[in-house]
Every structure is written in structure tokens, then in C-alpha cells.
């Protein structure tokens, strides 16, 4: 038996999927594309739609490996970076993240303000904040919160992990693990949890122009100006070899942009705040990265039964929409493992005990799905859309880093790092 399932997942798109039921109820699942709800493209018709798809797809691995270089390059994906940001000791994520919403908001603002891309700016805007339909300040403070305390254990975040995979982070594949397992055991209750969690009331008005009645450019620039001096100050005040002292990468920089082992925090965020740019002209979408552990586990659900059993791994498992953050992810491995190759730095960075990558792994992508974003989407893409739950999820996930990595500090874990894959202490 076979049946057509049509479902829209952006404004002007609508996939289809033909499902060949067998008698064991096993199923075939075929996709693509209609084009405002068009049929179904045929002959050269499907050729040259099956050419576009390749070519978005394309586009978007190139973004994933330009993440992994700028991840790398900056050295933010170090686990003692991170940890060390929420004791307050080293400010090259604080710079990266302010940079990257910074540049980031001046893109979409541009682009929001272009006759040509201005309609696809709205419909990556309304895509995002549909996210949040059934979420509410508690999901989203208490989500962020577990957020950071797994970054903090960790020592990384949900797209964090794979540029550390790429450059061969001891025990990020312990993390990469971590985060599959919460993705799927988050997944299989993701039904229940936002039934039980969702607002009597949500947000009439969804970002702070809509509330105020604006266009995005008249809030976004000026927030962006500002975030912009705060990096300078903190370069100023703090500067980047600084931070890279307390790395032990000072001694080793070059002059060579791409033989040197390190960047300025700043240019790694401003690299990853102009793919905003592909990201939302190719698949009407922001930066983001927790989605896909969801979109991977969900090709459990691969029957009729398991997907009306467990729905919310069900609507990811199929459609470009959910694909192309896996295909980005991916490629952010491909580009942590060509910056490291660059500087002949793998393995150079320490990581963390086993357990930790494990059940930090765990804590932060069930935080990340229950606030419905993690640091790429509640941050850089949930602050530069001015989406008021990402102002309220930010302060709490590093809230929640900031408590679990002084209380590592003090019984001495915080400082407890490995050498090499495998080792648990």
C-alpha cells in the first residue's frame, strides 16, 4: 500500500513523503520538495529540482566546515576554555559568542532591509521562532540552566563537540555519545515534557520589535553597535593572548593565518556570524546545531507503529528542514579536523575524563531540546532575532555553567583533564 503525507515546514514550501507499507509494517519513505504546494515535479523537472537540493546541500557543508575552522581556529572548543570562561579565567568564548551575534545582526539586517531577500529573511525569522509555540519561561530558564551545567562538565556544547571530534579531543567522542543518548532518551518523552510544560499563556509577541511595533533593523543595529563595543572593551581590557597564555598556545602562534595555531577570538565569531547569511538564503533557516542529535536518533522510528508511538522523533526524522543540520554538523567535523591538520594540532588539546564527556554529553542536549535551543540557537541566532525567551535562556545557561564550574573548583574537578582517548581521570 502506499500513501502520499504532504506536510509544510516553511512558508512557502510543502514536503512530501511516499510511504510504502509492507505487511510488517516496515517503511520506504521517499522525499522531496513542492514548491508552494505545486505537484510533484517529473522528468527534468525533478532532475533540475533534485540539482537545487544538491546545491543548498552543498552550500550548507560548506558552512559546517567554515564553523569547524572558526571553532578551531579560535580555540574556543577547547573543554579548558569553556570551563575556564564560567570561572571567569579566560573570555575567548564570552568574545566569540558577542562577536558572532554582533556580525550576525548586521547580516540579517541587511538582509531584512534588501527587496531581494527580505521575504526569505521573514520567512528563516518566523521558521525560528515557531520553535517556540509550546515553550514558556520555565522551559526555557530551567532548559538553558541543565544547558550549561552539562557545558561545564563537558567542557563543550552541542556544536562544540564535533569541531573537538575533528581535532581528535580526548574523549570527545565520550561527549558526541553523551549527547546522542540525551537526544534519544529527551526524544522519546519530547511529547509528554512539552504537553506538561507548555504556558497557559505564551508570548502574544515573540521578539522585542514585534513588541514595540519596529522593524527588526531599527532594534537589531543599534543592539549590535553595542555588543560590538563590549568585545572591544574586553580585547582591551582582556587581551587575546591573555587568554591563549592560559591555554598554553601563546608560544605557539605563527604569523601564518593558516599554518598558526590560533586566531583572534573575534574573527572566528565574526566568521560565524556572516553564515547566517547562507544558512538563511539556502534553507530559510538560522544557525543551530541540537536539532540534529534529534534528526539521527529519530531514524529509530523507521514503522507506522514507532512513529505514532513516539511523534516528537517522528517529525524529525524526515525533510530537508531537519536534514540540513546534520549535513552541517558533519561538516564542522571536516573543518575542526582541516584547522588542526593546518597547524599540525591534533590531540593537542586536553579533554576531559570519560564520565564527565558521558553525563555532560547527557545534561546538555536534554537542556538544549527542553528549551527548544542551545548556544548556537538560543544565542546567536535567538539574541540576533531579538526572540525574548533567548534573552531569558542566555543569562540562565550561564548561570547554570557559572554554578556547576565553581563548585567543580572547589572539590578540584574543575582542573581534571585528560591527555588521551580513553582515559577516565
Known sequence: MTSSLLHATKSNQVSYIDVEVDSNDSLSVREGWKEGGDSEPEGD???????????????????????????????????????????????????????????????MAILSLLPATKDRFQSASQEF????????????????????????????????????????????????????????????????????????????????????DVQYAVIAVPMAAVVGI?????????????????????????????????????????????????????????????SSYITVVAQMCFTKNLQQMFPYLAAKRSGISNWWQVVYVVCAIVGGALSAASSNSFGVAKGVPVYMGLLGGIVMLWGARFAAGCTSGHGLSGMGLLTWLSFIAVPAMFAGGIVTAFSMQATGALDTYVTAMGDVS
Open 230 to 290: 563590549a568585545v572591544f572593551c574586553l580585547e582591551w581590557f582582556w587581551p587575546n593572548n591573555k587568554d591563549l597564555e592560559s591555554l598554553g598556545r601563546l608560544s605557539e602562534l605563527e604569523s601564518n593565518i593558516i599554518t598558526t595555531i590560533a586566531w583572534p577570538a573575534y574573527v572566528g565569531g565574526a566568521l560565524i556570524g556572516l553564515l547566517q547569511v547562507p544558512i538563511i538564503l539556502l534553507v530559510n533557516d538560522t544557525i543551530g546545531g541540537s
Open 45 to 107: 523537472g525533478r532532475c533540475k529540482h533534485c540539482g537545487r537540493t544538491l546545491l543548498k546541500m552543498a552550500g550548507v557543508a560548506l558552512s559546517g566546515v567554515v564553523f569547524g575552522i572558526a571553532m578551531e581556529k579560535s580555540r574556543v572548543f577547547e573543554p579548558k576554555s569553556i570551563r575556564d570562561q564560567m570561572v571567569f579565567n579566560n573570555f575567548i568564548m564570552l568574545k566569540m559568542f558577542l562577536s558572532a551575534v554582533a556580525i550576525g545582526q548586521v547580516c
Open 129 to 212: 521562532v515557531s520553535c517556540f509555540d509550546d515553550r514558556g519561561i520555565f522551559s526555557s530558564a530551567l532548559g538553558a540552566f541543565l544547558l550549561g551545567v552539562g557545558m561545564s562538565l563537558s567542557g563543550a556544547c552541542p556544536g562544540m563537540v564535533l569541531p573537538q571530534v575533528g581535532a581528535w579531543v580526548p574523549n570527545s567522542l565520550f561527549t558526541l555519545l553523551g549527547a546522542l543518548i540525551g537526544a534519544l532518551t529527551y526524544g522519546l518523552l519530547g511529547s509528554h515534557l512539552s504537553s506538561l510544560t507548555k504556558p497557559k499563556i505564551c508570548f502574544q509577541h515573540k521578539q522585542v520589535h514585534e513588541k514595540l
